[in-house]
């Protein structure tokens, strides 16, 4: 059968993708952690080692996703990635004792690292919205994604891991159908519409526009690797507090529910703001949240951290992507989009080995405030290199 061609990805589709292939994902993380710790009787450490080496597969992807979307076809590697993704999680179904789990996670890393630098490479080709709204669209997706795989991951585990990689299974042999019917793109109408901004981009070659992006990344890599610890070492933190991981599972729900309702409201009050300022202001209160994980110790705490860190994140995080994507020129765009998420998906990487190795060997507290530190000390350094770019810039 034919696959008609499109002349551009509708945002729609986009922000369905974005669902589906996160809500796959974040099956996989909490799962990782409390499955090898408490099932497979793997310590902290080893589990942490995992999920850095499958992200490490994750940073390959990017890089190779970015790599042949650019230069070979984006609808064939969006085919090979999701497919890529979608074979050892439906291996996972039947076998998944140790060490078949990890390879089988490395492989899958690989893949869902290609898929989401594909989503973006997509995203940044909708022109019929502007960039900004794009990107806090797509995050929205992303987040409704996380929500509905850490609340089910909680619900399905009491039936065993099986089952919760046949509903994983379910979300991705959907993407691959997506993939077929909906990416098949015709890009040629967006070059030319680049082609007409040739002047408008080549205003924005600002000497320290690769510092201030370079920074911008550093500082994702800090939030990510932070934001990594709520899915991997929390789940058994909580435990130790006697809170059980299906009452974990249903901190999420907030966080979603918060991005939903809120997030949209966000998105419009922001226009009236200078955006950097947004950005700095969310990822402020963002970090300081870690700070507030040192002394809680009841569900209700965990909870009301959860929903202050999730209006630091409504403000500061959505608007990252489009921050780049503006400070890049037009024929940069892809290459900066890349990077962003070898950053994002190293910090991902890092964060479980980080959190296992001090949580074992020091103490929850020290990790928190060292996560919490680490990332308003990068915000300051982008600040600094954005006054930089705004005085070349006058």
């Not at 990890?102 to 909708?126: Q, R």
């Not at 030319?192 to 994702?220: D, G, T």
């Not at 040192?294 to 929903?307: H, L, N, P, R, S």
């Amino acid at each position: 059968m034919k696959i008609k061609e499109k002349s551009e990805i509708r945002l729609s589709s986009v922000l369905i993708y974005s669902l589906l292939l996160n809500s796959g994902a974040a099956l996989m993380w909490p799962l990782t952690t409390v499955y090898m710790h408490n099932t497979l009787h793997e310590s902290l450490t080893m589990a942490g080692a995992v999920l850095f080496i499958m992200s490490c597969f994750m940073v390959l992807g990017n890089y190779l996703g970015g790599l042949l979307f650019d230069r070979w076809s984006p609808y064939k590697t969006a085919l090979i990635s999701i497919t890529t993704a979608m074979i050892p999680i439906v291996l996972l179904i039947f076998f998944h004792g140790w060490p078949t789990f990890a390879i089988m996670l490395f492989i899958y890393g690989l893949g869902e690292g290609a898929s989401l630098t594909i989503l973006n490479s997509y995203a940044a080709k909708v022109h019929s919205k502007s960039t900004r709204y794009v990107f806090n669209s797509v995050y929205i997706g992303i987040n409704v994604g996380v929500v509905v795989g850490t609340t089910a991951v909680g619900y399905l585990m009491k039936f065993g891991v099986p089952v919760v990689f046949s509903v994983a299974t379910v979300f991705y042999v959907i993407l691959l159908l997506m993939t077929i019917f909906e990416f098949k793109v015709d890009f040629s109408h967006a070059e030319k519409h680049l082609a007409n901004h040739k002047q408008h981009a080549e205003k924005k070659k600002n000497p320290f526009a690769s510092n201030l992006i370079l920074r911008i990344c550093i500082m994702v890599f800090c939030i990510y690797m932070s934001y990594t610890l709520w899915e991997s070492v929390m789940p058994v933190h909580m435990e130790s507090l006697h809170i059980s991981f299906e009452q974990y599972s249903y901190i999420w729900p907030i966080n979603g529910l918060l991005i939903v309702f809120v997030q949209p409201i966000i998105n419009k009050l922001g226009r009236r703001f200078n955006m950097v300022r947004q950005i700095a202001f969310g990822v402020l209160i963002f970090g300081l949240t870690f700070f507030m994980l040192i002394w809680a110790k009841q569900y209700i705490m965990f909870i009301i951290i959860m929903i202050i860190l999730t209006f630091g994140e409504m403000n500061g995080l959505p608007s990252i992507p489009a921050w780049i994507d503006d400070l890049a020129n037009d024929n940069e765009k892809g290459k900066y989009q890349g990077m962003f998420n070898i950053f994002m998906s190293f910090g991902r990487a890092v964060g479980p080995l980080f959190g296992g190795i001090l949580a074992e060997w020091l103490n929850y507290s020290i990790l928190f405030a060292l996560a919490g530190g680490l990332i308003i000390v990068s915000m300051i350094f982008v600040l600094i290199e954005n006054k930089k770019f705004q005085n070349a810039e006058s």
